[in-house]
């Protein structure tokens, strides 16, 4: 279905993932959010959309619009992320495959002025 939205143009106003404290122990595998990001740039959503669908306009949908950007006196979570040789292959429960040799991947994260995260 994301492949049929994006060759007519259409592209999600946010991007997450089905992960919860369960699925994440159930599921083998890499997923998670940067995996997300990865497939919609594979499948040709431009960069600046998939980087607005995991900041802004989320937080803009759950009443926060005060997260998802940096400014003055505003809370810095911030992450930092590179696209690089970080290959994936993955093929859904319809027998679909996506694979790319190239995938979004986080080097630091930072959450309330605190290193939580470094590649």
Known sequence: MLRAAFE????PD???TDITNRSAYMRG?????TMAMSFCRT?????????????TAPAKVVGQA??????????ADIAVLDYADEAYDTTDFAGNRL???RGYRCLLTVANGQVVYKH
């Open 99 to 101: 694979q790319d040799s």
């Open 29 to 33: 595998g890499r997923y998670g959010l």
């Open 14 to 16: 946010t991007i997450s």
């Open 8 to 11: 007519k143009g259409v592209y």
């Open 66 to 75: 005060q997260w998802g950007s940096l400014q003055v006196g505003g809370i």
């Open 43 to 55: 499948l040709g959503m431009p960069e600046e959309a998939i980087l607005k669908a995991v900041t």
